[in-house]
C-alpha cells in the first residue's frame, strides 16, 4: 500500500511562512507529478502548484511569488514553502501523488489526508 502523509500545517499570522512537507510511504516503484490542492470551508478544492518529475512547475495565480513548490526524490517528500501568507490562504491543504507501486505497473492517484492552515491575527 501507498500512504501520503502531510505535515508542517498551523496558526500563522499574515505576513508569516510556513513549510508544508508530504512524504510518501510503502510499496513505491516511482512518482510523477506531485500537487498541493487545498480547500477553504465553503469551497472547492482547488490546485495550489505542481511538480513533475523532471521538476517543471505551475502555480495558481493567487500564489505565485509567495509559494514555492519542490521535491526530494531520495525521500519520495514534496514540499510547499508558503510566504507572505494571507487570510485567503486559509485552507486544508491535500497533497496528491501520480505513484507506481511495485506491486503493480499501473499509475495511481494518491490523496493525503489534509493539514490546516489558518492564517490569522
Known amino acids: 500500500q501507498v500512504q501520503l502523509v502531510e505535515s508542517g500545517g498551523g496558526l500563522v499570522q499574515p505576513g508569516g511562512s510556513l513549510r508544508l512537507s508530504c512524504a510518501a510511504s510503502?510499496?513505491?516503484?516511482?512518482?510523477?507529478?506531485m500537487r498541493w490542492y487545498r480547500q477553504a470551508p465553503g469551497k472547492e478544492r482547488v490546485l495550489v502548484a505542481g511538480?513533475?518529475?523532471?521538476?517543471?512547475?505551475n502555480y495558481v495565480d493567487s500564489v505565485k511569488g509567495r509559494f514555492t513548490i519542490s521535491r526530494d526524490n531520495a525521500k519520495n517528500t514534496v514540499y510547499l514553502q508558503m510566504n507572505s501568507l494571507k487570510p485567503e490562504d486559509t485552507a486544508v491543504y491535500y497533497c496528491?501523488?501520480?505513484?507506481?507501486?511495485?506491486?503493480?505497473?499501473?499509475?495511481?492517484?494518491?490523496w493525503g489526508q489534509g493539514t490546516q492552515v489558518t492564517v490569522s491575527s
Open positions: 496528491n501523488a501520480d505513484i507506481r507501486s511495485t506491486t503493480s505497473l499501473t499509475l495511481y492517484n494518491y
Open positions: 510503502g510499496s513505491i516503484l516511482s512518482i510523477n507529478t
Open positions: 511538480i513533475s518529475s523532471r521538476d517543471s512547475t
